[in-house]
Nanobody, 119 residues
């Protein structure tokens, strides 16, 4: 059974930093693409950052240059370093795993962690 457990959210002032972590279990972590999504009140969930199994990364334009996604395959953990945080970054952040099976790709989600940026 695949499980994703996020940690590291909290309240921070604008301009501050936070690092989110997501520990994965029940899967061969190194083979999976991993991502961070976020959902603000009244808005759709959006992809923030994604890292492939080879380490290639992709970011939404609004966080480029401020956020960095990384992974440690030895620890089955993916990170999201968030710097220069803005009030508009306030959202619930979800860890995501894309796991390929013979029939296609299955998406798995963590429970989410709240990030609140005060102005």
């Amino acid at each position: 059974q695949v499980q994703l457990v996020e940690s590291g959210g909290g309240l921070v002032q604008a301009g501050g930093s936070l690092r989110l972590s997501c520990l994965a279990s029940g899967t061969i972590f190194s083979r999976n693409a991993m991502g961070w999504y976020r959902q603000a009140p009244g808005k759709q969930r959006e992809l923030v950052a994604r890292i492939g199994s080879s380490g290639n990364t992709r970011y939404v334009d609004s966080v480029k240059g401020r956020f960095a996604i990384s992974r440690d395959n030895a620890k089955n953990t993916v990170y999201l370093q968030m710097n220069s945080l803005k009030p508009e970054d306030t959202a619930v952040y979800y860890c995501n795993a894309e796991i390929a099976y013979g029939s296609g790709i299955q998406m798995y989600w963590g429970q989410g962690t709240q990030v609140t940026v005060s102005s």
